[in-house]
Every structure is written in structure tokens, then in C-alpha cells.
């Protein structure tokens, strides 16, 4: 999965978004957390963040603020499932 957000530029476009909103949070992470989450393990939003530890390498960094998840979805424009 990872390698078709690769192809995709996925990780370019939240980068340049990030950079251009002067976002502190890692957007590609949250998002690519909520995909896998949705794809392996079905749950909320919220239950989806505190499955970051559950894979075999976390997604996120430590000490990520899982609330993080709420501005994500505040940001216009980013289609998040």
C-alpha cells in the first residue's frame, strides 16, 4: 500500500500542503494511519489513531498528539474517509 501512495505522490502533495498551510503536525502520517487503519482494522477516527503502535514499525513518531486527528479533518480540501 505504501508503494502506491509512493506512485501516487501522496507524500508530495501533503508536504506541499503542510509547508503552504505552516501546519506542525505530520498530515501524511495521520492520513496514511487512517488508510492502513481502514483497510487492515476497521474503526473510528479516533480508535484508528491509537492503533499506531499496533503495526510492526508505528506510522507516526512518538509523542504525536492524537487530538491532531481533529484538525486534519478541519483542513478544507483534504478528502479524509
Given amino acids: 500500500m505504501e508503494k502506491i501512495l509512493e506512485e501516487l505522490s501522496i507524500n508530495t502533495f501533503f508536504s506541499s ?3 503552504f498551510t505552516k501546519l506542525k503536525f505530520d498530515m501524511y502520517g495521520i492520513a ?9 482494522n476497521p474503526a ?11 503495526y510492526f514499525e508505528p506510522i507516526l513518531n512518538d509523542g504525536f498528539n492524537p487530538d491532531n486527528i481533529y484538525d486534519i ?9
Fill in 17 to 19: 500542503y503542510k509547508g
Fill in 32 to 40: 496514511k494511519l487512517l488508510l492502513f487503519g481502514r483497510l487492515l
Fill in 44 to 54: 473510528s477516527k479516533s480508535a484508528t489513531i491509537r492503533q499506531n503502535n499496533d
Fill in 73 to 81: 479533518l478541519d483542513e478544507e480540501g483534504i478528502p479524509i474517509a
